[in-house]
């Protein structure tokens, strides 16, 4: 699932991610409501989130996957974001991201990442 603010940057992630075996893109949302709805409905494997949102941040949408209760089913949580200061990144692996990636200049490894994460036994990122 991507969560991030900008419709062009979602589209051109599910266009790259497309090209990954085992990929599918269950779910896309620009806001935080949004996101949570569609994690808390769809759960999937992996949500790729951005911290700026059209409404609300990315941080409270891992608050809310952070705080699902124990035994439910989690997606694991990574960050793709311009917003890379240490203590952000801080709070980010606090609140239960696996990665965090700059925009600025990760997209291939974020991209890597998910390819990775497809490789590991009955691992197949959503």
Do not use: W
Not at 12 to 38: C, H, P, Q, Y
Not at 84 to 96: A, D, F, N
């Amino acid at each position: 699932m991507l969560v991030d603010d900008s419709a062009a940057l979602r589209d051109l992630l599910a266009e790259m991610l497309a090209g990954v075996a085992d990929i599918e893109i269950v779910g896309v949302a620009g806001s935080e409501t949004t996101a949570i709805d569609l994690l808390r409905r769809l759960h999937p494997d992996l949500a790729i989130i951005d911290l700026e949102l059209q409404s609300g941040t990315g941080l409270k949408v891992l608050a809310a996957l952070h705080d699902l209760p124990p035994g439910a089913d989690t997606p694991r949580a990574v960050v793709f974001s311009n917003h890379t200061h240490p203590i952000v990144r801080e709070r980010c692996r606090m609140l239960g991201a696996q990665a965090f990636f700059d925009k600025s200049f990760q997209l291939d490894e974020l991209l890597a990442y998910v390819h990775a994460a497809t490789d590991a036994p009955g691992a197949h990122p959503g």
